[in-house]
């Protein structure tokens, strides 16, 4: 029996085929290369968001990109703590973590938010596997303090990603897979203690360690305004030079973000963005588009050392 379907309208198929070729020249440039993305915010909280995520994840990866995926999970472990009634307290913008706070952060993140992350992902065939920065010495962390007011406070099992060993999931991307990991760190200077590191840090430093081509950070903002709350003042790009001079009068909230941007790029990822994780496929528009979404960070020098490369190449 025959099926007749109705004729897709000529507009409409023009407007498909602009916005398929408009992805040609990025689909050249990051086919088998390294994309670090980091998934949090808002984006993690919302099942029609988490679900968007994990089909631009897919996407990118039969796209012919190499996608990796590192999560945080700050809401989810604050509902948790709250659930179990353990005290939850935030000092310079850090989560003071107890040992008693830290095990839960342990099962959110890694018993939890990744499974799920990777059972979404492998809806669409067998492709993400989950890990944790406490795998096969993936991240090593070191203890960090806060300053307050002049003086130096103690946030508990909070550190910063010190070193990173990423032979495991080299490996997992050779292998063609998606690797899904929580932002846990083993303590270095105690053995057998772990800490709960930033996740944009410990995907900025995952990006360096991996040479990947772009670093992407999901947030709850359209990116960076050069003068808030103007919302007409979004930033588009900004080189790095220059955000290291606004980096000290950002808000509180934005300036670990920009900060992660800055030390990947400083470290040799070409190219590093924020952008917005309430925006539905935000990762594809800031991939496969011309204009983007959100704020991205560059080095103009390496930038043009790269053209240049490109000139070469193509003749």
Not at 55 to 79: F, M, N, T, W
Not at 242 to 253: Q, T, V
Request: net charge negative; aromatic share 4%.
């Amino acid at each position: 029996m025959s099926v007749n379907t109705p004729a897709l309208d000529q507009a409409e198929a023009s407007l498909k085929a602009e916005v398929l070729i408009e992805s040609l020249p990025w689909l050249k440039r990051f086919r088998d290369q390294i994309i670090v993305i980091k998934f949090g915010g808002n984006a993690m909280v919302s099942e029609e968001l988490t679900r968007a995520f994990a089909e631009d994840v897919v996407y990118l990866r039969y796209a012919g990109l190499k996608p990796v995926v590192v999560h945080g999970g700050g809401p989810q472990i604050s509902a948790m703590l709250d659930r179990l009634d353990i005290q939850s307290e935030f000092r310079g913008g850090y989560r003071v973590t107890t040992p008693e706070a830290m095990d839960v952060v342990r099962m959110v993140l890694t018993g939890k938010i990744n499974p799920q992350l990777v059972g979404q992902i492998n809806e669409h065939g067998p492709l993400a596997t989950g890990l944790s920065g406490e795998d096969a010495g993936l991240f090593e962390g070191q203890k960090r303090t806060a300053v307050i007011d002049g003086e130096t406070v103690d946030l508990g099992l909070v550190g910063d990603v010190v070193s990173v060993s990423p032979a495991t999931v080299l490996a997992q991307l050779e292998a063609g897979l998606i690797p899904v990991i929580s932002s846990i760190a083993p303590d270095r200077d105690v053995p057998g203690s772990s800490l709960n590191v930033n996740a944009d840090a410990a995907a900025s430093a995952l990006a360096v360690a991996l040479g990947a081509a772009k670093l992407v950070i999901l947030t709850d903002v359209a990116g960076l305004y050069s003068d808030w709350p103007d919302t007409t003042s979004l930033v588009s790009t900004i080189e790095a030079e220059e955000l290291r001079e606004l980096l000290p009068s950002l808000e509180s909230g934005m300036i670990p973000k920009m900060t992660a941007c800055l030390d990947a790029v400083d470290g040799g990822v070409e190219k590093a963005a924020i952008i917005d994780g309430r925006v539905a496929h935000s990762i594809l528009l800031e991939v496969f588009t011309s204009r983007g979404i959100g704020t991205e960070v560059y080095n103009s020098q390496r930038a043009e050392l790269q053209l240049e490369r490109e000139r070469r190449t193509n003749g």
